[in-house]
């Protein structure tokens, strides 16, 4: 390690390796009394990756009320963008507030609420996070391929992102919940042919 003589301030040069690495600094006066401090100091170089969502399966939506699910690459904290704005309660707005608050604000618009878009990943690495669909945006598409306005559909643009324990901020992940009214749009397909079969044996009714 490296020695230094001082009477007050010292400063010292380190090689740090990827992950945690402990730094012990030992004190000791004329007299021979001694003190010892120790520090875990991460070091990352590394984004987070959010390598999995649920978005795809969410639309269309027929609530209002949805969970984001999803796995990133590394422990992190996640935010949710509804629409390009995201809620934090006052218990996250610290966090908020420690980690710079333009690592998030360039991504999306952030407000004080009860409610909160972020949580932590799990041991897992997983996340589940509430939120609540807009009524934004109507959007539909008739036969001609066209958008017009109908107050029957809304997309929702939803933006993930992830953050690590350094402050790193992994690359948005994106998708769109179409959030409708209960029968508007459907995966069901409707064949207005005759009935078939035309006779129907009791026995194989269910």
């Known amino acids: 390690g490296d020695v230094q003589e001082t ?17 012990i ?50 422990n992190a ?8 704005e995201s809620s934090f309660s006052q218990e996250w707005m610290e966090w908020f507030t420690n980690i710079g608050p333009d690592l998030i604000s ?12 972020v949580a932590r990943t799990d041991s897992n690495g997983e996340f589940s996070i509430p939120v609540t669909l807009r009524r934004e945006n109507v959007v539909t598409v008739d036969d001609s391929g066209s958008s017009s306005s109908t107050g029957k559909a809304w997309l929702n643009h939803i933006k993930i992102v992830a953050t690590d324990d350094v402050g790193l901020v992994s ?7 179409n959030y409708t009214l209960c029968g508007f749009g459907s995966d069901w397909k409707i064949d207005l042919s005759d ?9 194989y009714v269910i």
């Open 171 to 177: 690359e948005p992940e994106e998708g769109v919940v």
């Open 7 to 23: 009477s007050s301030l010292f400063e010292s040069s380190l090689t740090l390796e990827s992950g945690i690495n402990i730094v």
């Open 195 to 203: 009935t078939f079969p035309d006779k129907i044996t009791p026995r």
């Open 25 to 74: 600094v030992e004190i000791t006066d004329k007299a021979g009394n001694s003190v010892l401090i120790e520090k875990e100091v991460i070091f990352d170089e590394e984004k987070p990756e959010i390598t999995r969502t649920n978005l795809i399966k969410l639309s269309p939506s027929y609530t209002s009320e949805v969970m984001i699910k999803g796995t990133v690459s590394e």
């Open 106 to 117: 360039k991504i999306g618009k952030v407000s004080g609420g009860e409610t909160s878009y």
């Open 77 to 84: 904290t996640v935010v949710v963008f509804v629409n390009n």
